[in-house]
């Protein structure tokens, strides 16, 4: 049997006064997840093992079958695996996001949805006059910025000290900045204090440094005149060393090959490091407008070479962040329609496995990562449906497969 993991990226939610008390996906038209769950059988999972944060790096990772306690060192090495930079054992790699800052606060986590050909220009500008005058200054090549996709980028410090506590942007929209500066991991001594601090002190020289240098950038001095939003600031977040995973054929050998979709560099560099297949495919953006035809187009072609395809779509966590609530329920119904329909009836009739869920909750009211149990559907020929009618995080509940954790989804979805 092939499988295939269909994940919309923050999908779930919280119930919504303005929907009638309804979460969003059971307000939204999503008449091929209903179906599915219906002929299928359904439950809900924990992504997010206790004592870590609730973000797409630990939600996937856990979702794939992989222990975090084994495996965990942040989005840094992930994302750097997926630009293609090998990481030397001295490299601390770390996310580095270019959002919006006004009146002193976090407004957005993405740069006013930068574009990354603009980014590109926007790291370069970086490198040149922030980085090589710290590099001069070290007598060494310390620091240096990695072009990545849209806002997502990566900061690289050699010899760079992963015990800090970094604030990830999108869990802080509206809230001042300046509290949430890089901090030395608590209970921390001696030489392992001196390091930290001294990572923690060169980053946030870096944030207040790029600033100063972005403000006058001219891309962001056209963005000023017309009153729109500017990429003001960096934002590292999320760092440490090069992970240790085993890939995903050693541990199931059900899998022989395997392909990861997505448009999101994070869960490409995942995919890189679980052995599997990158595809990335013309037109998807990681937001509403990207491209849910070429997605299924892709995960079908891979299933008839591939035992394991993962597709994931980005979208709804984008609308869940910036609050929009409007945009998150089209994202539903995208994906529900342009991406799940298409792969269903292509391979109804095939000996094929689907599994639908997404990673963690954002909810649109909120605007942040929710690390609350998400609902889950597995569905091929032949199961044995229970009593789930229709697909959302309510419903769910009642499911046959009830409450699994962390790799026990993995376990159960390669056992069928």
């Known amino acids: 049997m092939k499988r295939i993991i269909i ?41 997010v093992p206790e004592g870590f944060p609730p973000g797409s790096e630990v939600a996937n990772t856990a979702i794939l079958g992989y222990d975090l306690n084994k495996v965990y060192e942040g989005r840094g090495p992930l994302e750097a695996a997926s630009i293609g930079y090998e990481m030397a054992d001295d490299d601390f790699a770390i996310r580095c996001n270019i959002i919006t800052l006004e009146d002193g606060k976090i407004i957005t986590h993405n740069g006013g949805n930068l574009e990354t050909d603009d980014a590109r220009v926007l790291i370069d500008y970086l490198n040149e006059h922030l980085a090589k005058p710290i590099n001069e200054r070290e007598g060494c090549e310390r620091v240096k910025f990695i072009t990545g996709i849209q806002y997502r980028h990566l900061l690289v410090i050699k010899g760079g000290n992963k015990h800090i506590i970094c604030a990830p942007p999108h869990d802080h929209p509206n809230e001042p900045w300046r509290p949430l500066l890089v901090k030395p991991e608590e209970g921390l001594a001696g030489s392992d204090f001196v390091a930290a601090k001294e990572t923690a002190d060169l980053i946030n020289e870096m944030i207040l440094r790029s600033q100063e240098l972005l403000v006058k950038h001219p891309y962001n001095l056209a963005k000023a005149a017309k009153g729109e939003r500017q990429a003001n600031s960096i934002w590292p977040w999320s760092g440490g060393y090069r992970p240790s995973m085993e890939t995903l054929m050693e541990q199931y050998p059900e899998i022989k090959s395997g392909t990861v979709i997505s448009a999101v560099d994070l869960i490409q560099g995942i995919g890189k490091y679980a052995g599997l297949r990158i595809v990335k495919v013309p037109g998807a953006t990681g937001l509403a407008d990207t491209n849910y035809e070429g997605k299924a187009q892709a995960a079908i072609d891979a299933l008839e070479h591939d035992d394991f395809v993962f597709v994931h779509v980005e979208a709804s966590d984008e609308a869940g962040h910036d609050g929009d609530l409007e945009l998150k329920l089209k994202t539903i119904e995208y994906l529900d329609q342009r991406l799940i329909a298409p792969i269903y009836n292509t391979v ?27 609902p889950f559907l597995i569905w091929h020929r032949g199961i044995e449906p229970d009593s789930v009618q229709q697909y959302d995080e309510v419903s769910c509940v009642s499911g046959a497969y009830s409450l699994l954790k962390l790799n026990e989804f993995m376990k159960t979805f390669m056992s069928l």
């Open 7 to 47: 994940l919309g990226d923050g999908m779930a939610d919280l119930p919504v006064e303005r929907l009638g008390g309804k979460t969003l996906l059971q307000y939204a038209h999503k008449p091929m997840m209903d179906q599915l769950a219906r002929e299928g059988r359904c439950g809900r999972l924990v992504t």
């Open 348 to 374: 109804k009739d095939q000996d094929v496995c689907i599994a639908v869920l997404p990673d963690h909750l954002t909810p649109v009211e909120q605007r942040i990562h929710v690390g609350q149990p998400v």
